[in-house]
């Protein structure tokens, strides 16, 4: 959808072409293209400067300031204005600086105003509006208008009228639909959402008619609802409507209350019938037709108004654009406020006129101007210390992949200011210096600050920048390669300035980064003068960045050439990002590798051959380098190969290696499986004897004295051991640690590795010594100590010994817990057991949630080395089993006896 569509014709960008009709040219021949093929060809490449140059990120600061959704979505799809003339950009920059002005003492509110284009393309297309788009159309013209009485009355107090007449010629000639709003306002009540009854004498007799006709049928169902209620048809008198016509609820049972009715529904269960009486037929009949002729009306008249607002598309358009034109100014000049700026003077004409001039010698005369990209950095930090940046990267670099967004040791002010002059009469400007030195980003903002100037924007600078008008700001700055259109880094490069020399006029800026570069030096050194002397003759500006001595030296034999270099600090051997005008700046590629460290006899040798490179020996320097370069080329064949085969055998051993692990990753999962099963079958029949030892215990312990209790627990004591060493081996106990400090391995025995999932290894070396011996998995070779090896037997019964162990500890605090008298000549001393009120808590009668509370707060309250008596009571057993859980896994019990025949219902926990 455009929203700019009564702008001047200059203020709208031309279409772009396809790639395809733009194929470019690599060579410039005497046959000029057309001038349509030029203008779209022109229009390509400052597309391309403008995304080079980051105007889209520029634009998406800008779009912070706007007010009106029209106005963020322009600027957002990077479509605000840019003058096509010097009249242009000096309107632009005059609607700012008004608003600027106004803003120091006034603000005006933009609240009600919505991008309505939408609905009037609609009206216009023939579609019928809704009452809350009428009501929005209503909204945006009352509100436009407030906001041209505000401006007027602000510019009507003082003496201001001739400061703010810029933004009063913005909405002089503005219709403001003034007729066309009270038309809405008195059709449609905008808070409810509904058209009035005065809308149209027929709507207001309809309705009328449709009030009077409802209120004798409801008065009519309401009469038989509560006959049918009081006759026990129907629950509670029901009214509702089916079908658009108004019935009664009746049980089907009683359907015969109603003689004649007809049935609408039926409930979904069928027990309930939906019936209009015979009497109520024709009123609903009349409120079918009332309702029907109330809905045309009401089309009607949403009719009327969308045609009214089709008939003044133009005019509403014509709104729309001048409100989205205050507001843009506006959102300048916020803009401006928020970083600073100050308005520039861009004048019209050529550097020779300007040069002419005794009070204005510089062409571009710019104090302390900061990239407004890194100035957002800056800004945001200074006024939130925590607060990041969350936008889009900055990528301002120098064209070697180095930033400059880093502040420097000893600069207070970042991003760093630069200061840009330029004499008249100076057509082209040679930029030299180190890498990393702010070369390319000192051209990129001023592309920038040319492209703020001609939109109208202030800029972050000091004093007044001064500056010319271009018709066209072109760069070639980046890498142009291209696989698809088979171009490498150097002929994407001249394929560009191909293009720029053929688009460029006497009015364009041009901005070329490393010109010449990605080829021999000599021909790139001749290449690039060759273009910059066309330039020099074709463009009002042109700025280039270059490592070429060569072409500092034009300067000496043509005035219209400028020197300028980047300064670098030979005593911090960094850069100070300050452009030193009229000099010629040097590398320092030596002076930085030597304060880095290198070698001095290495940088003594650099300096011999830079002396060999000087342009008077570039000759047979070619020779040199030529049988170099095809020296190094067959290294890194040769290379290239023996990489290639070295891929080819590792590659070989890891698929070997890959799937001799799977293979063993199969085979310790079958083993695993056969030995789980093994060994549940083993638990499963231990489990079933010692139940079947512990249930004879429980037998005979009823019916046995407390005399012969002891004899019973030792008799149980043996035949669980008898259980345990059935399913054990005789000698595993006998096992320990010391045998694997003693244990050597031979050549071709299997051992187990630490740390190596369980996976054997094959000894293939004998030890050498008492520590390391070494080993083989797979085609891995490599040695080990001895500490981290063990036998495959030593293994097993180490495993075995554990779960022995583990057994018979278990076993014996199963029988500690259910006997804590055998424990009697333990160290340990608990108190009496003897049962207080302060020893006790009764959990009888309460939830299982509850008692685990009591139970809990009760055994963190008893102290060290006490007994606690938990009563739980018998009941159904739950409160008793939550009691057990929470004392066998309590930190604070060391154990506890469970109820005894003598002490039913109750459990005694001893306390650490």
């Not at 560009?496 to 990605?518: F, M």
């Amino acid at each position: 959808m455009q929203l700019i569509t009564n702008l001047p014709t200059s203020f709208i960008k031309p279409p772009i072409l396809s790639p395809k009709a733009l194929k470019p040219s690599f060579s410039l021949s005497n046959s000029r293209k057309s001038n349509s093929d030029r203008f779209a060809l022109s229009q390509t490449l400052q597309s391309e400067t403008l995304k080079i140059l980051e105007w889209p990120s520029v634009c998406k600061q800008l779009s912070s300031f706007t007010s009106t959704t029209m106005g963020s979505s322009v600027v957002q799809n990077v479509e605000i204005p840019i003058g096509q003339t010097w009249e242009e950009s000096q309107k632009l920059l005059d609607q700012t600086a008004a608003a600027a002005a106004m803003m120091d003492s006034w603000t005006l509110d933009f609240s009600g105003i919505e991008d309505v284009s939408g609905i009037v393309d609609s009206a216009v297309s023939g579609q019928l509006l809704t009452i809350l788009e009428l009501c929005a159309m209503r909204g945006t013209l009352r509100a436009a208008k407030r906001l041209c009485e505000k401006l007027e009355q602000l510019a009507a107090s003082g003496d201001c009228s001739e400061r703010y007449l810029p933004l009063l010629e913005i909405l002089k000639d503005c219709n403001f639909q003034v007729e066309l709003e009270h038309k809405i306002q008195f059709c449609i009540d905008c808070n409810l959402l509904i058209i009035l009854d005065r809308a149209s004498e027929d709507l207001e007799i309809i309705r009328s008619e449709r009030k009077r006709n409802m209120g004798n049928l409801d008065s009519l169902l309401k009469e038989v609802s509560s006959r049918i209620f009081q006759a026990g048809a129907i629950d509670r008198p029901l009214i509702t409507k089916r079908r658009s016509r108004m019935c009664v609820g009746v049980r089907a049972s009683h359907r015969s209350l109603l003689p004649d009715g007809v049935v609408l529904d039926v409930s979904s269960s069928g027990a309930t019938y939906f019936m209009e009486p015979k009497e109520a037929v024709e009123l609903n009949n009349m409120e079918v037709r009332l309702s029907n002729s109330e809905k045309a009306e009401e089309i009607a008249i949403l009719s009327l108004l969308t045609s009214e607002i089709a008939e003044s598309e133009i005019e509403i358009k014509y709104l729309l654009d001048r409100i989205l034109e205050v507001d843009l100014a506006f959102a300048r000049a916020g803009y401006a406020q928020w970083m600073n700026g100050v308005c520039p003077i861009v004048t019209a004409g050529d550097c020779e006129a300007i040069s002419s001039e005794a009070d204005y010698a510089l062409s571009v005369d710019i104090d302390g101007i900061q990239h407004p990209l890194l100035l957002e950095l800056s800004l945001r930090k200074s006024s939130d210390p925590l607060e990041s940046y969350s936008g889009n990267a900055i990528q301002l670099g120098d064209g070697n992949g180095k930033m400059i967004s880093g502040s420097l040791s000893g600069v207070s002010t970042f991003p760093v200011p630069i200061d840009i002059k330029i004499e008249g009469g100076k057509r082209v400007v040679v930029i030299s210096g180190p890498n990393t030195g702010g070369k390319t980003a000192s051209m990129k903002t001023l592309g920038l600050a040319s492209l703020m100037s001609k939109a109208g924007m202030f800029l972050p600078a000091k004093n007044s920048p001064r500056l010319p008008w271009f018709n066209l700001i072109l760069a070639d700055i980046g890498d142009h390669q291209s696989l698809e259109q088979n171009l490498s880094t150097f002929s994407g490069h001249i394929t560009r300035i191909c293009n720029i020399l053929e688009a460029a006029s006497k009015e364009s800026l041009v901005l070329i980064d490393e010109i010449g570069s990605g080829t021999d030096p000599s021909e790139g050194v001749a290449l690039s003068t060759s273009i910059l002397q066309y330039l020099k003759d074709r463009v009002n500006l042109a700025v280039v960045t270059t490592h070429y001595a060569d072409l500092s030296l034009l300067k000496e034999k043509d005035s219209q050439f400028e020197n300028a270099a980047m300064e670098f600090s030979p005593e911090t051997l960094q850069p100070t990002y300050q452009i030193l005008w009229g000099s010629t700046g040097d590398s320092n590629a030596l002076s930085i590798a030597e304060s880095i460290g290198f070698d001095l006899n290495i940088i003594q040798q650099a300096q011999q051959w830079v002396e060999r490179l000087k342009p008077e020996n570039q000759q047979e320097r070619k020779g040199v380098l030529y049988q170099s370069l095809v020296q190094e080329r067959n290294k890194l064949e040769a290379q290239a190969r023996r990489a290639a085969s070295l891929h080819a055998e590792i590659m070989d051993l890891y698929h070997e290696i890959k799937n001799e692990a799977e293979d063993l990753d199969r085979r310790e999962t079958a083993l695993r499986a056969r030995e789980t099963q093994r060994v549940q079958q083993d638990l499963k029949t231990a489990k079933s004897q010692l139940e079947t030892v512990l249930q004879e215990f429980e037998n005979q312990l009823r019916t046995t004295s407390a005399d012969q209790f002891n004899s019973l627990i030792r008799k149980s004591e043996s035949e669980i051991a008898s259980v345990v060493a059935a399913h054990c081996p005789h000698d595993v106990l006998s096992v320990s640690e010391t045998d694997t400090k003693s244990y050597t391995p031979k050549i071709g025995e299997q051992i187990f590795v630490k740390g190596l999932g369980g996976k054997l290894v094959t000894v293939v070396e004998a030890p050498e010594d008492d520590e390391n011996i070494l080993v083989q998995h797979g085609k891995i070779k490599v040695r080990l100590k001895k500490s981290n090896i063990r036998s495959i037997a030593s293994s097993k019964r180490n495993a075995t010994t554990r779960s022995v162990r583990s057994k018979q500890q278990g076993r014996r605090s199963t029988e500690l817990q259910g006997h804590p008298e055998v424990e009697k000549d333990e160290v340990v001393s608990y108190g009496p057991l003897v049962q207080t009120s302060k020893n006790s808590v009764d959990l009888r009668g309460m939830r299982v949630e509850e008692a685990s509370y009591h139970l809990d707060m009760a055994i963190s309250a008893s102290g060290p080395y006490s007994v606690l008596f938990v009563v739980h009571g018998m009941g159904t057993g739950a409160v008793k089993e939550r009691a057990l859980e929470i004392l066998n896994n309590h930190p604070r019990v060391a154990k506890f006896a469970q109820e005894s025949p003598l002490n039913y219902g109750c459990t005694v926990a001893y306390i650490k």
